[in-house]
């Protein structure tokens, strides 16, 4: 049933503050002299046959990852392709069991058609989207939620425990910008939902790193660190006197002072430039067993160092930043490399480049504040502690940036 624009806010509201209630509060995205909508009340109503596809290829496409990790890690030539900043590189030395504990595979998804176009395997968001929301929407509905965040991040934290050698004495901190709205609230989701005997949230800010350690503003020493705070800005952070404690800190990571989570190697396999290492590797003998390859083949998509390959493929490709988010510096160009879509964002196009064959989003309408919008469907797909976790789904341009709206999933008998 279609509501008009008065039904459609009078519903949009009441569900906006159920789900502030439970921690979700960012219900719109603020602009400098307005607010967008980004819940979007929708359901989308997925088949069992995809919803089992998608989790299918969540599951190999982590292996594949994983594995090409473990290559990466053992190689200082492939690790030299990746882009690491110069002062992070020590960070790399530190073996992880697992790639990434917490990461969401971007997907493309056009019926049977699976195609990973990146993987945010550091500091991933949308839990309060793809956990609460989520079920709030479908309980309004009728229907019920088919993601498992929750039980998720339970199992991958005893995972965690047994790599780091987390005793019930030890007390784990969880921080991000204390000011962030949807990262702290992220981030104290996790620390909700994960089952440890001692736990606290200490506000990035509020970190004091100094030269045998880091300590919180009690003076105890930081051990065990889950962040949600992208390394690769730790270069840029400096303390108000001028001192670079950002490198002070890498420092501390690289010799064990501290131990984060995700650890080094979740910051490692987020270069897109892995994407271009996993298609090269596909290509030689001895690393992947064909039934790997016929993995890649099906869910990866050919993705180089350069723009030449495309000029004998003729197909439409995108430029990425080796290191991007929000779909910040990305460039879409046709079959002639023209440019067909672009990221005003200047800061991530600094970075090297990587480029991946354009794989176009499906169309989807979604009912909103202003009437109904058609734009393109990304499916987010929660991977953690290495196992399937539930589907983020985003609607927006060919570009997926932070003004997408999210829309609610269920799951339906085919």
């Known amino acids: 049933m279609m509501l008009n624009e008065q039904e459609y806010m009078k519903k949009w509201i009441a569900l906006n503050q159920k789900m502030a209630e439970e921690h979700f509060t960012w219900g719109t995205a603020e602009l400098e002299d307005d607010y967008e909508q980004y819940m979007s009340f929708h359901l989308y109503k997925m088949g069992r046959k995809q919803?089992?596809?998608?989790?299918?290829?969540?599951?190999?496409?982590?292996?594949?990852?994983?594995?090409?990790?473990?290559?990466?890690?053992?190689?200082?030539?492939?690790?030299?392709?990746?882009?690491?900043?110069a002062e992070a590189w020590d960070t790399l030395s530190i073996l992880s069991r697992y790639f990434s504990y917490f990461s969401r595979l971007d997907l493309v998804v056009n019926h049977g058609d699976i195609k990973l176009i990146e993987v945010n395997s550091d500091t991933p968001t949308g839990y309060l989207e793809t956990s609460t929301a989520n079920r709030i929407i479908c309980e309004d509905q009728g229907y019920s939620s088919p993601n498992h965040l929750e039980s998720a991040i339970f199992k991958a934290w005893r995972k965690i425990e047994y790599e780091y050698q987390i005793t019930s004495q030890d007390t784990v901190y969880f921080t991000s910008y204390g000011w962030h709205d949807e990262d702290r609230e992220t981030v104290l989701f996790n620390m909700?939902?994960?089952?440890?005997?001692?736990?606290?949230?200490?506000?990035?800010?509020?970190?004091?790193?100094?030269?045998?350690?880091?300590?919180?503003?009690?003076?105890?020493?930081?051990?065990?660190?889950?962040?949600?705070?992208?390394?690769?800005?730790?270069?840029?952070?400096?303390?108000?006197?001028?001192?670079?404690?950002?490198?002070?800190?890498?420092d501390h990571i690289a010799n064990g002072r501290v131990k984060i989570i995700n650890p080094p190697s979740a910051f490692m396999m987020q270069s897109k430039a892995v994407m271009g290492i996993i298609w090269e590797l596909a290509s030689q003998e001895g690393i992947f067993t064909e039934?790997?390859?016929?993995?890649?083949?099906?869910?990866?998509?050919?993705?180089?160092?350069?723009?030449?390959?495309?000029?004998?493929?003729?197909?439409?490709?995108?430029?990425?930043?080796?290191?991007?988010?929000?779909?910040?510096?990305?460039?879409?160009?046709?079959?002639?490399?023209?440019?067909?879509?672009?990221?005003?964002?200047?800061?991530?196009?600094e970075?090297?480049?990587?480029?991946?064959?354009?794989?176009?989003?499906?169309?989807?309408?979604?009912?909103?504040?202003?009437?109904?919008?058609?734009?393109?469907?990304?499916?987010?797909?929660?991977?953690?502690?290495?196992?399937?976790?539930?589907?983020?789904?985003?609607?927006?341009?060919?570009?997926?940036?932070?003004?997408?709206?999210?829309?609610?999933?269920?799951?339906?008998?085919?």
């Open 51 to 85: 919803w089992n596809d998608i989790q299918e290829a969540t599951k190999k496409i982590g292996h594949i990852v994983n594995k090409a990790y473990h290559e990466i890690f053992s190689s200082e030539t492939l690790k030299s392709r990746l882009g690491i900043p």
């Open 192 to 250: 909700r939902n994960s089952g440890l005997a001692r736990t606290r949230y200490i506000p990035l800010e509020e970190i004091i790193v100094s030269e045998t350690g880091i300590y919180d503003g009690d003076g105890e020493r930081i051990d065990y660190l889950y962040r949600l705070y992208p390394l690769e800005y730790l270069p840029d952070d400096k303390d108000p006197n001028g001192k670079n404690i950002g490198n002070l800190l890498l």
């Open 291 to 349: 039934a790997e390859k016929n993995d890649i083949q099906q869910y990866f998509l050919p993705t180089f160092f350069s723009n030449e390959p495309f000029r004998g493929l003729n197909l439409p490709y995108v430029e990425k930043p080796i290191f991007g988010r929000e779909g910040g510096g990305v460039v879409i160009f046709d079959r002639m490399r023209k440019v067909v879509d672009e990221d005003p964002e200047h800061w991530y196009s």
């Open 351 to 414: 970075w090297p480049k990587i480029y991946q064959e354009y794989k176009e989003m499906p169309d989807y309408t979604l009912d909103t504040w202003t009437g109904p919008y058609t734009g393109k469907l990304l499916v987010g797909s929660f991977l953690i502690g290495g196992e399937p976790s539930g589907l983020f789904l985003r609607v927006g341009e060919k570009i997926t940036g932070n003004l997408s709206m999210f829309c609610g999933i269920t799951v339906t008998e085919d």
